[in-house]
Nanobody, 126 residues
Framework: QVQLAESGGGSVQSGGSLRLSCRGS????????WGWFRQAPGKEREGVAA???????NYADAVKGRFTISQDNAKNTVTLQMNSLKPEDTAMYYC????????????????????WGQGTQVTVSS
């Protein structure tokens, strides 16, 4: 059974940094994609960043140049380094995984991912 567990959320002032991590277990697919999504109150879930097993990376325009996604295959972990945080980055952040490789530019739709973590809250104050 695939399980994803996020960690690293918290509260920070505008301009600060946070590092989110997601550890996966029970995942045996050869080709896979990790994704980070976020959902603010009253808003739809949106893709933030994604990385696949070929090393392809995509970011949402809103976070390009500020967020960095990376993976550690040996530890089955994906990390989202978030710098220059803004109040509009405040949301619940979710880790996701799916057995596919990205073939288009952009973060894949959430429906492409079959596995999800419970989420971790990120709050950025002005």
């Amino acid at each position: 059974q695939v399980q994803l567990a996020e960690s690293g959320g918290g509260s920070v002032q505008s301009g600060g940094s946070l590092r989110l991590s997601c550890r996966g277990s029970g995942y045996t697919y050869r080709n896979y994609c990790w994704g980070w999504f976020r959902q603010a109150p009253g808003k739809e879930r949106e893709g933030v960043a994604a990385i696949d097993s070929d090393g392809t990376i995509n970011y949402a325009d809103a976070v390009k140049g500020r967020f960095t996604i990376s993976q550690d295959n040996a530890k089955n972990t994906v990390t989202l380094q978030m710098n220059s945080l803004k109040p509009e980055d405040t949301a619940m952040y979710y880790c996701a995984a799916g057995p596919f490789l990205m073939i288009r530019v952009g973060v894949p739709e959430s429906t492409a991912f079959g596995y999800w973590g419970q989420g971790t809250q990120v709050t950025v104050s002005s």
